[in-house]
């Protein structure tokens, strides 16, 4: 079988490329529903997971906001549950990541690790990641007193003393929400100036349970299986010294996953793919839902709704071409 690879590197040598109707990029709260919604609708959905199935979610100790789970559930438990509902109904999962793709033409050519593919149809839920301060005991008490998510969190500090990390409008955000279960919010930034807004500013400044703390990085979170402290230094003075706290929270921004459409794909200014209110990008048959096209609500609840969103217009869309 001759195939045209134009604008890639070509297919895995002595390897005919797969053919699928839908290919999901993703194996998050996105991704899962997509695959479960396309697998129902008899479209034979594969879903490349990426390297981390579950995406962030999995790294999240226990969700208490989802529907349906009264006593909150697992982070895994739930990507789980996910997964077995979308395989049930004939999702076919490989444990793969796309390296390389050709939205130039249809069918649609990604490359991935072990296979090429040729997609009449793709949805993009490739997440965002997190800004990471990358400091020790950062990664290891993740999920053990370090947050990325106030809303997911919040509830488990009430009466606690927290860090929130950042300047811009998340973070302040962030921390006035903190406010409702935590006992302190310390908000931390390493310039004299914060790059909120106004208005929100005035907002945190006016709130008795939040004080800032300026010109001054965090250089180390501190805990034994969770956080009990952390190092900081003034960048002017540059004296170190620590500071006893029960959680930190770290809001300096998220990177979309969205290196592989540069060029290819509409993005903003922060690199998030636009989509309309349908989940369609500006190439007919190429989807995107969750946090890589959401900036602003970055809940498992609203991706699973846009992913489930997104599989239900690639149906029609593929409805359409082959009628």
């Not at 040598?13 to 053919?19: C, D, F, L, R, T």
């Not at 077995?84 to 990604?110: C, N, Y």
């Not at 003034?234 to 929270?249: C, M």
């Not at 969205?258 to 200014?269: A, I, K, P, R, Y």
Request: hydrophobic share 40%; net charge negative.
């Amino acid at each position: 079988m001759d195939l045209n690879f134009s604008g890639i590197s070509g297919g895995i040598e002595g390897q005919e490329a797969i053919s699928t109707k839908l290919l999901i990029l993703g194996s998050g709260p996105a991704g899962l529903s997509a695959a479960l919604y396309a697998a129902r609708a008899d479209l034979g959905p594969t879903v490349l997971t990426g390297m981390e199935l579950g995406g962030q979610v999995s790294l999240t100790h226990i969700v208490e906001n989802y529907p349906g789970f009264p006593e909150g559930v697992g982070g895994n438990e739930l990507v789980e549950l996910f997964q077995k509902q979308a395989e049930r109904f004939g999702a076919k999962l490989e444990f793969d990541s796309a390296t390389e793709v050709d939205l130039s033409q249809r069918p649609f050519i990604v490359k991935s690790y072990n296979s090429t593919y040729l997609a009449d149809s793709i949805i993009i839920t490739t997440g965002a990641t997190p800004r990471h301060l990358d400091i020790p005991g950062e990664t290891e008490l993740t999920g053990r007193g370090v947050s990325y998510c106030a809303t997911c969190d919040g509830w488990f500090f009430k009466d606690k003393d927290l860090i929130v990390v950042g300047g811009g409008d998340s973070a302040l955000e962030e921390g006035i929400f903190l406010t409702r279960y935590a006992r302190s919010v310390k908000i931390m930034h390493r310039r004299d100036e914060l790059r909120a807004g106004q208005i929100l500013q005035n907002r945190a400044r006016s709130n008795p349970r939040i004080d800032f703390v300026m010109n001054t990085i965090l250089t180390e979170i501190n805990g034994n299986g969770s956080v009990n402290s952390v190092t900081y230094k003034d960048i002017i003075s540059e004296e170190t010294d620590q500071l006893d706290i029960d959680g930190v929270f770290i809001f300096i921004g998220h990177i979309p996953n969205t290196q592989l459409f540069e060029g290819q794909l509409e993005m903003d200014d922060n690199g998030y793919l636009l989509v309309d209110h349908l989940m369609q990008t500006k190439i007919p048959g190429v989807f995107a839902a969750g946090e890589v096209a959401d900036s602003h609500f970055r809940q498992v609840i609203t991706s699973a709704g846009m992913g489930a969103a997104a599989a239900i217009q690639a149906g029609h869309f593929l409805e359409d071409i082959s009628s």
